[in-house]
């Protein structure tokens, strides 16, 4: 029985869904295609039909999971309240792809680098668009150091064992960034 564009297209989101929060939870290297594939209710064989390799999932779930994030489009306060929330420490398979897989990253193929770079990119561009500043060149430093702090801060406080510590981690990264954001600093 042939499958529709429309199904086959369905069902490829659906894997990268899948995907997207098996990798997110446990990292490139835990997971499988047969995993993920159970995980969406489809076959093992209908994985080839979409993808050439688990690399190629990879990839494309990167492109996938990181397209989707930087199109919530909230603003930039609402956006900062969400990422460095207690809430999305604690949901890594729902939450940030970059936060969950960037250290990971490092140890898949260039073409997985790739994507995680042109990710990268875009919450940079994103962040940098929301920012105030006169000048380009303060924005887009501004923005790099936002990202960074809102990412690293998200893996600190994941990794910390004590709660009371990996809430302060989000609270004053979040605190700080805003105090940057309402009266940028002066890097002259």
Known sequence: MKVSRERMAENRCRILDAASRL?????FEA????????????????????FGSKDDLVVQTIDHALAQDVAEGNDLGTYLDIYLSPWHRDNAAEGCPTAGLVADTRHQSAAVRQAMTEGIRSQINRIDEALPGASAVDRRREAIGTFASMVGAVILARAI????????????????????ITEPVDTQ
Do not use: C
């Open 161 to 180: 064992d004590d709660p009371a510590l990996s809430d302060e981690v989000l609270e004053q990264t979040r605190a700080w960034i805003n105090a940057r």
């Open 23 to 27: 990798f997110r939870a446990k990292g």
């Open 31 to 50: 997971v499988s295609v047969a995993e993920v594939m159970k995980a969406t209710g489809l076959t093992h064989g209908g994985f080839y039909g979409h």
